[in-house]
């Protein structure tokens, strides 16, 4: 699977944003995918998964409430919507895809296919 995030940009405080990430290569369908990030200066840390189905999704807790994750397989997308923006917040957003077909959920350890990552800025 090759991926690529898009809808990255500058927000202020407090506004949402909905990064996409458009699959190509292998059947999108039947892939769980997910949505991590890494700030400046910090290690990568997950944001959020969904099930090849898109019936399971799971979060950071940090970030549950605030960030939903989607999937719209007719378009081969994963989606990440993102409201109520924190500065902390700002990070270069990646997709990946799990190494494993037909996963019902997303399984982070197993993040492989990752795609070019989008840039998210929160700032006044």
């Known amino acids: 699977v090759q991926l690529q995030a898009s809808g990255g940009g500058l927000v202020q405080p407090g506004g949402s944003l909905r990064l996409s990430c458009a699959a190509s290569?292998?059947?999108?369908?039947?892939?769980?995918l997910g949505w991590f990030r890494q700030g400046p200066g910090k290690e990568r840390e997950f944001v959020a998964g969904i099930g090849w189905s898109g019936d399971i999704t799971i979060y950071s807790e940090s970030l549950k409430g605030r960030f939903t994750i989607s999937k719209d397989d007719t378009k081969d997308t994963v989606f990440l919507q993102m409201n109520s923006l924190k500065p902390e917040d700002a990070a270069v957003y990646y997709c990946?895809?799990?190494?494993?077909?037909?996963?019902?959920?997303?399984?982070?350890?197993?993040?492989?296919?990752w795609g070019k990552g989008t840039l998210v800025t929160v700032s006044s």
């Open positions: 990946a895809a799990d190494s494993a077909r037909w996963a019902t959920t997303f399984n982070r350890d197993r993040a492989a296919y």
């Open positions: 290569g292998r059947p999108f369908s039947s892939y769980a």
